[in-house]
């Protein structure tokens, strides 16, 4: 029989009405528990907290852990002397700010304990109390009723029946799914070369349930030969949930392309679900509305019509963005939060690496939840760091209040007023830019002031422009005060102060920012909870480096797959020169000259990469006057989805083109250009992080953590970009090319010796 959470089944049987725009501020996870056991110390004995209730009813397994309990016998002087469970939410700003709704889903909750205790111990009546604390002033705001056992029951029996029929079905579903998964066969007569030695890797991981860092040269297959055994691994090792995760939008389509490819590949269809999550501003029908049902129609009485669309979507398996879309419109449904609440039922879910890993993530919120055991695949994970800092690093303009300031409506004038005061008075304290030793407080008052107000306005007014900004600057500042509260070591905190001159007065404005600096605090939990996970991409040397910052288990495995390629496909070139910023303007002409033999020798599609845009500026204006016969093509600022494509479209249809691209950008990795597609690969720089006062301070904290600061946070992140960008060239066994390092620094041993180790020794290439 299987067990169902209290929560869980609340959340599918209790819910009902509209959906509303939910920007209550919230505590974090670390400070709900806090919050909790701060309550429970206050209770005189014989209180008992986290008290687990279990039971049964029509046929299903209930279990759940109620916040306090203090039994009939010890009652005291309560009149009667009734059992009292209790029930505690933490929140912030005022309690009357909680919508009716979660009210409602808080009781339904108690209540199922109540019925729980009340059949477990023969009670007639029961007390339950739902208290609301309120993190910011420590207070309570305590709510009791009693309840006669049976009307609990009733309540209870009213929850599961409504629940039943569905509970049936998901385990009749899981039981199918694991049949089929059993006998999965892999979608092609034979594996690549050594995807077979990949995909041993990952089942042997799961089966230990250890994490594992696997190192796979692009062009094997990495996210076939990762999924596969992954797939295998579910029903042999009763694994509820496969988390397909990945940093970029291409990744995500590549993972979807691997799970129609064991799909199609078998003789029935497979009974396994897999979901495709996007993000809202992607998936929002109505953007200029606010997800509420008082102002969108696709929210309005959501819950009441999620049962049907919920059935076909259950029933449909695969559930890409254009699935849902089909199912929501045929329902009348918001798509975005169709598929957040299919989130909850289907096996294999594909979405980007915050879905698990930001603060407020939604796979890991229901892991923890329902006591999953779920796998996450972190598809190209070297890039987990940099999006792992972003997650957990919030900024404050001091620019952006003082527009919003502006344009706000009069019942807002004094709120944005009180803060631009405290803004003053931060100026005052701190008057040049600089980091600071914690993040100051001269803010956190008026900011919390301003979100209590904005909440109050943008629930109570319909929407209209001003919404939009004002959406921004709430969000801005409920994720400021958060991260605020979790500073340490881990973090830094910088103050930004620029002067303007307007006639004769000099206006400064400021602006405060939390970086992330070592995210392994903050994704620790995250891969602890995990059964396992498989971290898998080209470039995760060395080891350690990801270890350490990930914040990865101990008993996390690593392992490198050989490369199918040879050194025969490989013409590698080193050229002596410099590509310092002070020499950058002397070292135009010995690239255009090395350019302009190699593509003599050879004409085809090559691509070249520089450190920045104002490098890439210059070299492409030198081509253009002194080497005319190169087609070149240029990578520009802010291009946008559909310029990208068509940037790489050309090397597909054309032959003969130059291509000038920034390393660590868009085009420097995630791309796949075969054959005479690309022919070479020059790369200009290190790609090494500029020495600026972030980086020093990055350096030092990394250096006391890990007591390697300068490869932390220079050498390593720099080299991942050039081998990425490199591996643009070589994508399968036929494929050969030409790669020239333009730098003299490439040559030294700390450096030679990450680089891939099926590269060919360099042939040494001096200027003339």
């Not at 900011?447 to 422009?465: G, K, M, N, P």
């Not at 910023?581 to 000259?593: F, H, K, P, T």
Request: aromatic share 8%; with cysteine.
């Amino acid at each position: 029989m299987n067990t169902v959470a209290v929560r869980s089944l609340c959340e599918f049987s209790a819910r009902a009405g509209s959906l509303s725009q939910g920007y209550t501020p919230s505590p974090t996870s670390a400070q709900g528990i806090a919050g909790h056991k701060k309550v429970q110390a206050r209770r005189p004995a014989p209180y008992q907290a986290e008290y687990l209730l279990t039971g049964e009813c029509l046929g299903m397994s209930l279990r759940g852990r109620a916040d306090g309990y203090v039994s009939h016998e010890d009652a005291g002087a309560a009149s009667p002397r009734l059992a009292l469970l209790e029930e505690i939410k933490t929140h912030r700003a005022d309690s009357s700010r909680i919508r009716a709704s979660q009210r409602q889903l808080h009781w339904a909750q108690l209540k199922v304990y109540g019925a729980l205790l009340c059949q477990r111990d023969a009670l007639s009546e029961v007390r339950l109390r739902l208290v609301y604390y309120n993190i910011d002033n420590d207070q309570e705001t305590p709510l009791e009723e009693c309840w006669s056992g049976a009307d609990l029951t009733a309540f209870l029996c009213q929850l599961c029946q409504r629940y039943q029929d569905w509970h049936q079905q998901e385990q009749q579903h899981r039981k199918k799914r694991d049949q089929a998964l059993m006998t999965l066969a892999f979608p092609f007569a034979k594996f690549r070369p050594y995807q077979r030695e990949l995909s041993e890797a990952v089942y042997k991981a799961i089966s230990r349930g250890h994490s594992l860092q696997l190192e796979a040269p692009t062009g094997i297959g990495k996210t076939l030969g990762v999924a596969y055994p992954a797939l295998m691994a579910m029903p042999r090792y009763q694994l509820d949930r496969l988390f397909l995760l990945s940093a970029r939008t291409t990744g995500r389509q590549l993972m979807l392309d691997s799970l129609s490819q064991l799909k199609g590949a078998a003789q029935a269809p497979i009974p396994v679900r897999i979901l495709e999550l996007t993000a809202r501003d992607k998936a929002c029908v109505h953007p200029h509305l606010a997800c509420d049902g008082e102002s969108c129609p696709l929210a309005e009485g959501f819950f009441d019509r999620l049962a049907p669309a919920r059935e076909a979507a259950a029933n449909h398996y695969w559930l890409d963005q254009g699935a849902i879309n089909h199912i929501a419109a045929q329902h009348q449904l918001c798509p975005y939060y169709l598929a957040q609440e299919m989130a909850r039922w289907c096996d294999v879910v594909v979405g980007d690496v915050n879905h698990y890993f930001d603060q407020q993530a939604l796979l890991f919120g229901l892991s923890q939840q329902n006591n999953w055991h779920s796998v996450p695949l972190i598809d190209e994970a070297h890039n987990l760091i940099e999006r792992a800092r972003a997650m957990y690093s919030a900024t404050l303009n001091q620019a952006h209040f003082k527009a919003a300031r502006r344009a706000a409506p009069g019942e807002l004038k004094k709120v944005f007023t009180q803060l631009e005061r405290a803004w003053t008075r931060l100026l005052t304290t701190h008057g040049t830019s600089g980091q600071l030793d914690t993040v100051p407080s001269a803010l956190n008052g008026a900011l919390q002031r301003l979100i209590t107000e904005l909440l109050d306005y943008v629930s109570t007014t319909s929407a209209t422009s001003d919404h939009a900004q004002l959406h921004s600057l709430l969000f801005d500042a409920m994720a400021f005060l958060k991260l605020a509260e979790q500073f340490g070591e881990h973090s830094l905190c910088t103050l930004a102060i620029t002067e303007r001159t307007l006639g004769k007065k000099v206006r400064r404005c400021a602006s405060l920012a939390i970086q992330n600096l070592i995210p392994a605090d903050f994704l620790a939990p995250r891969f602890k909870h995990a059964h396992a996970a498989i971290l898998f991409s080209a470039t995760l040397s060395p080891a350690r480096y990801y270890h350490d910052l990930l914040g990865l288990p101990e008993t996390t495995c690593g392992q490198v797959i050989a490369s199918p390629f040879s050194a025969r496909q490989l013409n590698v070139k080193l050229t002596r020169l410099s590509t310092r910023l002070n020499d950058r303007v002397a070292s135009l002409s010995v690239i255009s000259q090395r350019l302009s033999q190699q593509y003599q020798q050879q004409p085809g599609n090559y691509l070249v990469y520089v450190s920045s845009f104002a490098y890439l500026q210059q070299l492409h204006d030198y081509l253009h006057h002194h080497a005319t016969y190169l087609p070149c093509i240029a990578q520009t600022p802010g291009m946008n989805e559909a310029e990208r494509l068509a940037f790489i479209e050309q090397f597909r249809r054309q032959q003969g083109l130059v291509g000038l691209a920034v390393l660590g950008g868009a085009f420097g990795e995630g791309i796949d250009l075969p054959g005479e597609q690309l022919i070479g690969v020059f790369i200009a720089t290190l790609g090494l992080p500029p020495f600026d006062d972030y980086h020093r301070q990055l350096a030092q904290r990394l250096q006391a953590r890990f007591t390697d600061g300068y490869a932390y946070t220079y050498l390593y992140p720099g080299l991942r970009k050039v081998v990425q960008a490199a591996g643009r060239l070589i994508r399968s066994p036929e494929d050969s090319g030409v790669i020239e390092l333009l730098d003299a620094r490439f040559a030294h041993p700390d450096i030679a010796r990450l680089l891939p180790n099926w590269w060919p020794a360099p042939t040494l290439i001096q200027p003339s």
